[in-house]
């Protein structure tokens, strides 16, 4: 069966801080993300697709991939939404 | 480097809750490597905090209203320059700009720089003429029209859909969702600012805006764009970010090419959901959050002066995005005597 591998691309602009912080310098909006979220996504920015984090993440804490992939959708599309993501960003 | 001492005469030195230009641009000269200004303030009201401002401002003339016609306004400025010996005019308010520019000659032979826009800029870019301006210019804007008459009101539904904006001629915004909220804000407005009173398609998105100075000759010598952050109950920026947006700028220097734009501009966009930009307006002067832009690596206040003094002023090529500011209010603590001279003078 061919698996599907679904490439989430961030924004080039886009500049995450070591503490979370995240600022879109298009639209002038900020967020704050937590440890997870900051690592998650900047495990995205260097260009890692989804498969990949959601491996690392099951790997190295205590969560279902099941569970762990519904809540990591949920973030996709609060980054599609906030506008963090580029505008073909599902390959 | 040896810095140019000059005189220059500002107003809008009302750094109010809605504040005038005033003050940012005096700081963006203070904060000059190249000038070395003595600053007049130019008051139409006892109480405009700048002129209590000494660390910023020398000295406070007040000034007629421009309502008052420009013989009274140029009146006061030749006695003013007998005294001051005045190098640069800056005009930081919508409604003396047309005596200002109409009066160019005259500044001129006393030897009064300006930089303003042409007349007729100033005349094309009116909220009211803003579908022909985006005809001719070929820029987005949102469907307006002038209203001259509480009566014609009446057939808003022909042209509009609910909700609307109302608009003042110089100053002044409201939103109406109705057809009573929107006789009420006409008649707000036109005792306030006068006929006409535009009305204006209103376009979702968000609201951002550009600062930028036009050399005069289709040049944009500066430009930095900002999204407000917080909005006070007067419309106005309480907090602001500069932006990295291509979009924007592009728009500015297309603008700016095509009108020769002269003097400062403040452009109202609004961003739609597709990233559309529709221009809702053009303020023909550097507007109250143009320290930003100085914060950010453009002292536009600067480059203004030293073109209007004939200067070449290369553009500026970038600025820091992300640069941030906060508006804040201070209460001076001011001697009764102080308030007197100028109620009574009409100098201080």
């Known amino acids: 069966m061919k698996s599907h591998i679904m490439v989430v691309k961030i924004k080039k602009n886009i500049a995450i801080s070591e503490s979370g912080f995240v600022f879109n310098p298009s639209t002038g909006d900020s967020f704050t993300l937590n440890t997870i979220g900051a690592e998650i996504l900047r495990m995205l920015a260097s260009g890692k697709d989804m498969d990949a984090v959601s491996e690392f993440i099951v790997g190295t804490y205590d969560v279902e991939k099941s569970v762990f992939e519904r809540y990591f959708l949920d ?12 505008e073909d960003d599902e390959r | 480097m040896t810095k140019d001492r000059l005189t220059v005469l500002v107003s809008g030195l009302n750094n109010i809750d809605s504040p005038g230009p005033g003050i940012p641009v005096i700081r963006g000269l203070r904060d000059s490597q190249l000038i070395e200004p003595r600053i007049i303030g130019l008051a139409y009201d006892n109480l405009e905090p700048g002129a209590y401002m000494h660390q910023l401002v020398d000295k406070t003339y007040k000034m007629p209203y421009p309502s008052d016609g420009s013989d009274a306004v140029m009146q006061r400025i030749r006695y003013i320059q007998n005294i ?6 800056i005009p930081n308010f919508d409604a003396e700009l047309f005596a200002f520019m109409k009066s160019e000659p005259v500044l001129r032979s006393l030897g009064i720089k300006t930089f303003l826009p042409t007349l007729r800029q100033f005349e094309e870019r009116h909220k009211a003429n803003l579908p022909d301006f985006g005809e001719k210019y070929d820029v987005r804007v949102p469907f307006s029209k002038a ?8 057939n808003l539904k022909d042209d509009f859909q609910f909700p609307i904006v109302v608009k003042g001629k110089f100053y002044d915004a409201f939103i109406a969702k109705d057809q009573i909220q929107a006789e009420i804000y006409f008649q707000k407005i036109a005792a306030k600012w006068g006929l006409p009173v535009v009305i204006q398609e209103f376009v979702y998105g968000t609201e951002v805006n550009v600062v930028a100075l036009g050399d005069g000759k289709g040049t944009t010598v500066g430009a930095v764009p900002m999204r407000k952050q917080y909005i006070t109950d007067k419309g106005k920026a309480w ?4 932006l990295d947006d291509s979009k924007m700028l592009e728009l500015t220097y297309k603008i700016i090419r095509q009108t020769q734009w002269r003097g400062g501009m403040e452009l109202e966009l609004i961003k739609d959901a597709k990233d559309d930009l529709y221009l809702i307006e053009i303020n023909p002067r550097l507007p109250a959050w143009v320290y930003l832009a100085v914060g950010a690596g453009q002292n536009l206040p600067e480059a203004l002066v030293l073109m209007a003094m004939g200067k070449d002023v290369s553009p500026f090529k970038n600025y820091e995005v992300g640069k941030m500011f906060i508006r804040y209010s201070w209460d001076m603590i001011c001697d009764l005597t102080e308030f007197e001279k100028i109620a009574t003078k009409g100098e201080l």
């Not at chain 1, 599309?77 to 963090?84: G, H, T």
């Not at chain 2, 001051?84 to 005019?89: G, K, P, R, S, Y």
């Open chain 2, 239 to 242: 907090g602001g970010i500069t």
């Open chain 1, 75 to 86: 973030f996709i599309s609060m980054l599609r939404q906030f506008q963090i993501l580029e």
């Open chain 2, 147 to 154: 209203y001259t008459n509480f009566n014609q009101l009446k």
């Open chain 2, 84 to 89: 001051e010996h005045a190098d640069v005019l």
